[in-house]
């Protein structure tokens, strides 16, 4: 089976041909350079940029698979959540070329297709093992799921203010390092000496909650360095000291979600997992209590288009297509 992915859900116009579960080719072109004068993406611009780019993107993708329109068997599509202008493009694209070729589509949410990313370019002996507890951290979500099956995932936890990767890319604004935040805020952390950092607020919320909110410790930061003449000294440590805080409070919840449901999986996907401290936290966290933990490939962390084609082809093949996914697909299948 021969599927094409389609990814268009903020600023990653993304396309991936996979075959039998195997990524043949996996293009991604991003709009990411045009949003550091802003500090966070512009959602006008991303879906120019997905109008203009997209039918090249898909070109791209088949010439580099060696694999023609008329051997596709599928088309899946991000139909959410994300930008709605730039959903639209490639909810659009895919329907045109779902019904041009007279092949199925199928919707994918980006959320699963995150935590799919796991399960690709693996022998399935080597998949993760359902039930799971699911991670997402990126930019515009930090949630914690329970898994029990590939079209069975249980939301256990949000963000009741700004996602993980948003609180990075708002800090990086502060700092006038640019945009994206996260991998710039990684590199200046690596700098600090690691004494005396700054006791930054870390937001559990009440009830042993798995609910999340950054929006706190994004607005100590802004304060610490008002009236303060901030070096490059001082920026690291704060880089250093906001990323401890933060990947306290996820991998914390994270285990909690993991006691409380007793599972010993965790499966992690979206662009904050690309951040190598964090991978290095929830590695040791999880070791100290025997939980195994999967993250994927960076390529494969941050939006990509093969992540959506593999969920759609494992969903489609297992006539797993869950009654959301299927109500979200009538709105745009033929
Ligand atoms: O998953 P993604 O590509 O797009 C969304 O679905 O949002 O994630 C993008 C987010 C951005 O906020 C970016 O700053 C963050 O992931 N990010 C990182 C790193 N690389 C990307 N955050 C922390 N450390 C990184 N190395
Ligand atoms: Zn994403």
Sequence with gaps: MITLGIETSCDETACAIVKNGRVLSNIVSSSVHLYSSYGGVVPEIASRWHIEYINAVVKKALKLARIDFKNLDLIAVTYGP?????????????????????????????????????????????FPKFPFIGLVISGGHTSIFLCHSLNDFKILGNTKDDAIGEAFDKVAKILKLGYPGGPIVEKMAK??????????????LKNYSLDFSFSGIKTAVLYYTKNKRVTKKLIAK??????????????????????????????IGGGVAANKRFCRKIKIASRARRISFFIPKIDFCLDNGAMVAA?????????????????????ISK
Excluded: W
Aim: aromatic share 12%.
């Design 82 to 126: 994300g930008l709605c202008g730039s959903l639209l493009v490639g909810i659009s694209f895919a329907k045109s070329l779902s019904y041009a070729l007279s092949i199925p589509i199928i919707g994918i949410s980006h959320l699963d297709a995150h935590l799919y990313a796991n399960f690709i370019g693996k022998h399935s002996s080597r």
């Design 238 to 267: 704060i880089a250093y000291s906001f990323q401890e805080a933060v990947f306290d409070v996820v991998v914390e919840k994270t285990l909690m979600a993991c006691r409380k449901y007793r599972i010993n999986t965790i499966v």
């Design 191 to 204: 700098k600090f000496g690691k004494k005396d950092f700054i006791k930054f607020p870390k937001t559990y």
């Design 311 to 331: 969920l759609g082809e494992a969903l489609y093949e297992k006539r797993l297509m869950s009654r959301e996914v299927e109500v979200q697909c009538k709105t």
